[in-house]
């Protein structure tokens, strides 16, 4: 894929077959992804959030991290 996710997705390490094989259990790969994002500083963190999940990702990032 092309643009601000596949670059995000990349950037945590997560390429076009990682994802594919991912998506056979979302819930582990949203698990996964967060797992990787805690790798990043706080602004990547965000930066990532907001190109995979959209504008209201820092918030999202935030409610995981906190577990709600």
């Known amino acids: 894929g092309q643009g601000p996710a596949a670059e995000?997705?990349?950037r945590l390490g997560l390429g076009a077959d990682a994802l594919k094989e991912g998506l056979k259990d979302p819930s582990e790969l949203l698990l996964d992804v967060i797992d990787r994002?805690?790798?990043l500083?706080?602004?990547a963190q965000i930066r990532v959030a907001d190109e995979i999940f959209g504008g209201t990702g820092g918030e999202r990032r935030?409610?995981?991290?906190?577990g709600h």
């Not at 935030?62 to 906190?66: H, M």
């Open 8 to 10: 995000a997705f990349a």
């Open 37 to 39: 994002m805690e790798d």
């Open 41 to 43: 500083d706080r602004a």
């Open 62 to 66: 935030k409610q995981f991290a906190s």
